[in-house]
């Protein structure tokens, strides 16, 4: 069997998810080829694994014609599942979506794509997440759908031990962006280093990646705050390194601090559950299949700066409770979101197109 999976570029959460479960696939023997239509950081990250960047419709038809895929999977992207129909594409063709931005977003994208996926895909394919699972029926039934949580390299990727830091750390991963609430998480920062003045604050992004717009009100927020020594920004940091620098974290007595509006899925959180960073976050929906209060992390509402303050504190100074949520943390990931229980419902997935008709 050889399979196919597609996005825009490679980067943030879905070059992760792409890595792992073609590794995983790969361990089954079934051959896997990724394709994004631009080039980016996260290619470094992408090992052993074919992968073309290209996005004219004749490259395109080439890669399908001469591959003979069984599967392909298309992420977001309905320009590249129109061009895959077009190519000729004789097997079945999948329309993914794991997140796309605040609900708002979200509603005004599946409008806008709806007619288009629903005239080119066999079936859609979304993570376990109410608000997409209530999209997803809204904009696109009279198609099969099939909803199953992401997988983690739950035995490659883990904790860590190296000496603990002297002072504590507070850790956040994501764009310069709207969604992912970059304003709540200075404001919180700032709160937590009038408490902890020897603390610092960590920031894992991806710089190339961005409006300019946003970044500059980034740099005034920063500046006004007075954070300039003592937050410090990593940059396009290698994937298994980011295991390394969330052990550290989790060491140190801070936490992760996530503050999006929305999020499908959440890789940053449950990747740092599971190197034993306690995490405290907004209720972002996506990562309430892992995160739950007080016993695998802990929860806020988005805008109650006080809230979070708050419960950072008790994830710092609460001993007992932080060692609990540690460990309850990791072994909930291990247990519930390996990449052998995604390849299981995978090949169902593929198992239950293939009693019906790819569309020609």
Known sequence: MKLLFTFFNP?????TLNRIRCHAFMKMDVECHLLYSLDGEGRKNIKNIPTFVMNDEASIAKLIQKQNYDAIVVCTDVTMLLAIKKAGFKGHLIFEIQGLGTLQTASAVLTDISARVLQA????????????????????????HFCFDDP????????????????????????????KN???????????LQNHPEGYLWIFGDTTLGDPVEK???????????LQNKLIAYSNIPHEQIADYFSVIGDSGGFLCSTSILEGFGYAVAEAMLC???????????????LIHDVTGKLYARGNVNQAVIQGESLMKDTTLRNTIRKNAEKHIKQHFSSEKYTTNFMNMLKSLSQRKPRF
Request: hydrophobic share 35%; with cysteine.
């Open 11 to 15: 980067s943030g959460g879905m070059e």
């Open 121 to 144: 895909a066999d079936g859609v394919l979304y993570p376990q997440t109410s608000h997409l699972q209530e999209l997803m029926m809204a904009h696109l039934h009279g198609i099969p």
């Open 152 to 179: 983690l390299d739950t035995e490659g990727f883990g904790y860590s031990s190296y000496p603990p830091k002297p002072f504590p750390i507070i850790g956040w991963v994501g764009r310069i962006e709207a969604n």
């Open 182 to 192: 970059w304003r709540e998480f200075l404001l919180i920062g700032s709160r937590m």
């Open 216 to 226: 500059e009100h980034y740099d005034r927020w920063v500046n006004g705050l007075q």
């Open 276 to 290: 034993r960073c306690p995490v405290l976050t907004t209720d972002s929906d996506g990562i309430r299949r892992f």
